[in-house]
C-alpha cells in the first residue's frame, strides 16, 4: 500500500540557519504532496503543497520540491526564526481519496 | 467564510461511556475526513465521507467505532464504550473535492478525548 517516510524525527537548528526536511513515497500514481505544519496543542496547518506537474515551489521563506523519479519530496526552510519551532508532517495523495501522512518532524530553532 | 468547527474542544468520558464527536467543514465543502492524533505521533486516517455517503472506513475499527454525514448538519464521530486507549486528539478535515483529483485539506481543531 501507499507508505511515506520522513526524516529527521527531530532536527535542531541554529536561529538563522535553514532547515531540510525529506520525505519519500512508494506510490507511483502520487500527485499531490503538501506540507503541515502544528504547533504544539494547534491543528495541523497547510504551508506549502506542490503538484506532480512541477519540480518546486516557493513561497517566501519556504520551498518544496519533488524529485518523482526517485519518489522524494522535501521542504526547506531558510533564514529560521524560533516561531518556526514546530511539528511538520509531510503527505501525500495519489489515485486514492485517502492522503498518507508521514511521522512528523519535530523542528526546534534555538534563539 | 469560517474555518473547519469541531466541537467539543476537550471532552472527558469514563470507561464505557459513548463520545460524540461532530465537525462541520469549511462552507461549500462536502468531504469530511477523521483523524486521529496520539501523542508525539503522525496523523491515522480513520474514515473518509460525504454527504450522506461513507466512502471509506478503512481507518476505523470495527467495532464501537461509527461517523455519519448526514444532510443537514455536521459530521458525528461516535465512539460507543470508550477505553483508555482512545484517548487521543481527533481531528476533522474538509476539502472541497476529494476524488481523483488532489484539492487541499483543511482541519478543524480537534477534539482532545480523554477516557478516564
Known amino acids: 500500500g501507499e507508505n511515506v517516510e520522513q526524516h529527521p524525527s527531530t532536527l535542531s537548528v541554529q536561529e538563522g540557519d535553514s532547515a531540510v526536511i525529506k520525505c519519500t513515497y512508494s506510490d507511483s500514481a502520487s500527485n499531490y504532496f503538501p506540507w503541515y505544519k502544528q504547533e504544539l496543542g494547534k491543528r495541523p496547518q497547510l504551508i506549502i503543497d506542490?503538484?506532480?506537474?512541477?519540480g518546486e515551489k516557493k513561497d517566501q521563506r519556504i520551498a518544496v520540491t519533488l524529485n518523482k523519479t526517485a519518489k522524494h519530496f522535501s521542504l526547506h526552510i531558510t533564514e529560521t526564526q524560533p516561531e518556526d519551532s514546530a511539528v511538520y508532517f509531510c503527505a501525500q495523495k495519489g489515485g486514492s481519496y485517502i492522503p498518507t501522512f508521514g511521522r512528523g518532524t519535530s523542528l526546534i530553532v534555538h534563539p | 467564510n469560517a474555518g473547519v468547527m469541531q466541537n467539543p474542544r476537550h471532552l472527558v468520558r469514563r470507561r464505557g461511556q459513548e463520545a460524540r464527536l461532530r465537525c462541520s467543514p469549511m462552507k461549500g465543502h462536502s468531504h469530511v475526513y477523521w483523524y486521529r492524533q496520539l501523542p508525539e505521533e503522525g496523523l491515522k486516517f480513520m474514515v473518509y465521507?460525504?454527504?450522506?455517503?461513507?466512502?471509506?472506513e478503512s481507518g476505523m475499527p470495527k467495532e464501537r467505532f461509527s461517523a455519519e454525514f448526514p444532510k443537514e448538519g455536521p459530521s458525528i464521530l461516535r465512539i460507543q464504550q470508550v477505553v483508555r486507549g482512545d484517548s487521543a486528539a481527533y481531528f476533522c478535515?474538509?476539502?472541497?473535492?476529494?476524488?481523483?483529483?488532489?484539492?487541499?485539506?483543511?482541519f478543524g481543531p480537534g477534539t482532545r478525548l480523554t477516557v478516564t
Open positions: 465521507l460525504q454527504k450522506e455517503n461513507i466512502i471509506d
Open positions: 478535515a474538509s476539502s472541497y473535492y476529494g476524488g481523483g483529483s488532489s484539492y487541499e485539506q483543511y
Open positions: 506542490i503538484r506532480s506537474n512541477v
